[in-house]
């Protein structure tokens, strides 16, 4: 049956391959009282699995090609930044780092992630590489978030000072070269969120005004030339994430007391519209084609409730799906490319072999669980299918991509 089957499968490659449709990139969001990651296929704007994580997960990160997500493990028995597989959703290491870890950033070139320590007011620097700490940097206090210029010489980190009052904060600047801080920049009363533009020229940073004080806050841009504010945009209340599109035009920035989105026209420097979303939106990330905007509506922090997280058509900035989670999303990240999956290298050899072959017919034959070897299911629907065998038959002849 074995050999029928590949008898069929082989002189059908082309044909079927061709139709093949490119995976599309997939959203992740950190579930606080889950302790958990759900994986949202940004295609069919649903939930499509949930990965096991540390103790509340907090901010996450995908690494430039697509192949991990960094999440940040906020509880002081966690400290630590989970490193998850996308090819097969599953946890591969888990890197010890400062106190109450809390904001991710990687690298453009992926050689390093930086993580806020706001128990520790550090920032802990972790080879991709290794997975291992290679220097620890002492930031301002209660540091939340930060961003790495696209250039990779500078990150920018918002020291929120503290989280239960009004108090106004900072922004390190860290030469990634140098790995200290070379300038610090007064910023409003506790920033939180911190985003670059795509030309690496402005950085914007949210003030949220303190989690335990309802009302309106602001966004602070900061010229990098300068490292000096050189506008503040009034937007709702209490400002936590920010997102910039990929054209650099529109900033948007959640209002966790407002329960909306303003969006920030970066040429005028106000806002340009303000969408409504679901209780509580703390997170955002754009689409990498700038169409939609992911929103994690982590409900009011001394709950732990069911979230959602909205999906905004950056066109229309119509609401044009809600997708529910699980309890309490606080961050999310998507990914701004999909790796090409080694089909069928059960081992992560980086070869498929011909008994490799032999466990993707058994999943496809339903004789065994897709769980023998994930990445057969390239598309995630709990079976393998002819085009995926064909994909694994074509990555084992020509090598893996």
Known sequence: MRIHLSIIVIPAAVQLLASVATAQPYAYVTLKHSDAVTVIDTATKTAINAIDVGQSPSGVAVTPDGREVLVVNANSHSNSVSIIDTTTDATTA????????????????????????????????????????SATIAVGRSPADVAITPDGAF????????????????VSVISIAQRKVVATIAAGNNPFGVAVTPDGHFVYVTNSNSLDVTGPGSVSIIDV???KVVATVPVGGNPLGVALTPDGGFAYVTNFSSNSVSIIDTTSRSVAETVRVGNGPLGVALTADGGSAYVANRQPFSDIAPGTVSVIDTVTLAVVATIPVGDNPTSIAIASTSPPPCVGDCNGDGE???????????IALGTLQTSACPVFDTNRDGAVTVAELITAVTDAVDGCP
């Not at 806020?116 to 550090?122: I, R």
Request: aromatic letters at 4%; glycine letters at 10%; charged letters at 10%.
């Open 352 to 362: 498929v072999s011909v008994d490799e072959l032999i466990t993707g017919v058994d």
């Open 94 to 133: 888990e890197v010890r780092v400062g106190t109450n870890p809390l904001g991710v950033a990687v690298t453009p070139d992926g050689a390093h992630a930086y993580v806020t320590n706001p128990g520790s007011n550090s920032v802990s620097v972790i080879d991709t590489a290794t997975n291992a700490v």
């Open 155 to 170: 990150a920018y980190v918002a020291n929120s000072q503290t989280f239960t009052a009004p108090a106004p904060g900072s």
């Open 225 to 227: 030339g300068s490292n």
